[in-house]
């Protein structure tokens, strides 16, 4: 039988040639069955794999599909071993040590970790600055701070490092912590300058090294490392040079926002449209238009939920996001048309419902919307609904219908929920004052108010009241022009209650003095108070001496 006959010369095959071939021939195999999805297919992939990176070692692609499987059921010890052979065979190389590393650390074996690291630098000749990087983070994050200083120095030596992205952000990050660490410190302030100072020239050095080869969570934490020491102008150029080079939403958000620090609208409006058009998820949305709205551009962010709202018409949260914009722009009755669609809603959209029927001036409204967000949160568990506010908005949606013993249940379950606060025990203090309800009570609750805030001038209101309301005017004069020198003379509320006082005091010159003030200041009982102001006499040139000498004008 006749040999066959010999391939050309320029088709045969190098032994370094063959072995990449028979290493794609089983990474394809293995690919393929890792499509199947079945667990012989499963079995035949990883031995496929195996094989390819046993053949080739250094294949960045043969190990990440080898390990994904691993990843997803969260079997770190399996990557680490898996990857063992491989190591042996190619020792230092970077994405191998990497990938073992991070299975370590994450199967909580740091130390396994570091030793993986410090190996990988020694076989790779210290030439790689991302295991520099990641060796210094998790020396530095298991609170071996010596360690990894002396890390950091060594590295810093070397030529081939010391201008790398990786050197640069590793000195950044060493330099920002060790100048939190010192913050508290008063003695030690000079040197926390020096570290922020330094922190900042690192970050712009890791800033002007840095290119689409780093990861997108890399450029954004230099960025953050920039913000942080105020260089929001480099910031922004490390941004816009490599932000949009990354399907990154975090990266692209960050990006706006220092747009938005460096008061660039009309780009940050144009940037967040296109971002919301065609590249970003409902799940950014929120982000974004938070964003918009602490730039100034409520307007803008309401598209973006339009937008969403075009598309799924029936999506509850992309609701709900549209009227609380309208509720900040006290456009309570667009709200309401937003939110009318929805048949069922939650606590939190309930008790919107409740503030805007509030704004609208419809107490009851109002009212049976919190009642029933209160009971849906009960139903739901939601323990964490019922909070201080919830129980003081409560009380005042109570009282404003007349239901003045279930407003002061309401402030006393506030009370409850904060004993030690001095706003809850105002609050039910001086609701207790204005319905002359246990008095001596009230007084005893403002006292504890003011021994922790002894300057308020709310609080010296009330107290001034609840005297008031006892019959001591005398002392709730001279309370109430302390008040008054606190700040309370731009109090519509504060002046009318100091007027009331002055009358009980013989002083009516001086109480039209106050009303008159009151009523500048767009009172909410404007019409009580000009019945009250019409019954007294005219203004004399003492009572504006009493009253400028008393507010300090």
């Known amino acids: 039988m006749a040999e066959p006959p010999s391939p050309p010369a320029d088709l045969r095959l190098e032994a370094s040639e063959l072995r990449q071939c028979q290493a794609l021939s089983h990474f394809a195999w293995g690919l393929l069955a890792q499509f199947e999805e079945k667990e012989a297919a499963s079995a035949r992939a990883d031995k496929h794999l195996r094989e390819a990176l046993a053949l080739s070692p250094r294949s960045l692609f043969a190990a990440e599909a080898l390990v994904y499987p691993m990843l997803m059921r969260r079997d770190f010890d399996g990557i680490a071993d898996a990857l063992r052979p491989a190591l042996l065979a190619a020792p230092g190389c970077e994405h191998l040590v990497l990938l073992a590393a991070n299975a370590l650390e994450a199967g909580e074996k740091p130390n396994e970790a570091v ?181 100034d551009q409520p307007e803008a962010a309401m598209r973006i939920f339009r937008h969403y709202l075009a598309g799924d018409p029936d999506s509850v949260t992309a609701r709900l996001q549209l009227a609380w914009i309208h509720h900040g722009l006290q456009q309570p009755k667009l709200a309401l048309d937003v939110l009318r669609p929805v048949e069922d809603l939650q606590a939190h959209g309930l008790l919107l419902t409740a503030y805007l029927h509030r704004e609208l001036g ?50 006393r379950q506030a009370l409850a929920l904060s004993p030690q606060s001095a706003e809850c025990a105002n609050f039910l203090g001086y609701l207790l004052a204005d319905h002359n309800q246990d008095l001596p009570e009230a007084e005893k609750l403002i006292r504890a108010a003011l021994a922790e805030e002894n300057g308020s001038a709310a609080y010296l209101d009330s107290l001034a009241w609840v005297l008031y309301r006892q019959g001591s005017t005398s002392m709730a004069l001279v309370t109430m022009q302390r008040a008054l020198r606190a700040g309370g003379d731009s109090d519509p509320v504060v002046l009318d209650h100091a007027a009331d006082i002055c009358t009980a005091q013989g002083l009516h010159g001086l109480a039209r003095v106050y009303w008159i003030e009151a009523l500048a200041a767009d009172p909410p009982d404007r019409d009580v108070i000009l019945r009250k102001l019409q019954a007294t006499g005219t203004v004399d040139d003492d009572a504006w001496d009493h009253y400028f000498s008393t507010v300090g004008r």
């Open 115 to 295: 030793r993986c690291l410090e190996d990988g630098l020694r076989a790779g000749k210290w030439r790689s600055g991302r295991l520099v990087r990641a060796l210094f983070v998790l020396l530095w994050d298991q609170g071996q701070k010596e360690p990894a200083e002396k890390l950091l120095r060594r590295a810093g030596r070397k030529r081939s490092l010391r201008h790398t992205f990786d050197y640069q952000y590793a000195a950044a990050y060493h330099a920002s912590a060790m100048g939190k660490r010192r913050k508290t410190q008063q003695s030690l302030d000079n040197r926390q300058v020096r570290y922020r100072e330094a922190a900042a020239e690192h970050a712009r050095r890791a800033a002007y090294a840095a290119t689409q080869n780093d990861d997108s969570e890399e450029i954004g934490l230099v960025a953050d490392l920039l913000i942080e020491a105020g260089e929001w102008g480099e910031a922004r150029a490390l941004l816009d040079r490599l932000a949009d080079q990354y399907d990154d939403p975090d990266l692209w958000l960050l990006k706006a926002r220092v747009m938005a620090r460096n008061g660039a609208t009309a780009q940050l409006v144009a940037y967040l449209d296109g971002l919301v058009a065609d590249y970003l998820s409902p799940e950014s949305f929120p982000e974004a238009a938070d964003i918009l709205i602490n730039a």
């Open 362 to 411: 419809d107490s009851a409204l109002a009212l049976q919307a919190v009642e029933r967000a209160k009971t849906r949160a009960r139903e739901e568990q939601q323990t964490g609904f019922l909070t201080v506010d919830l129980y003081q908005f409560c009380a005042l949606l109570q009282e404003a219908v007349g239901n003045v013993p279930a407003a002061i249940e309401a402030a």
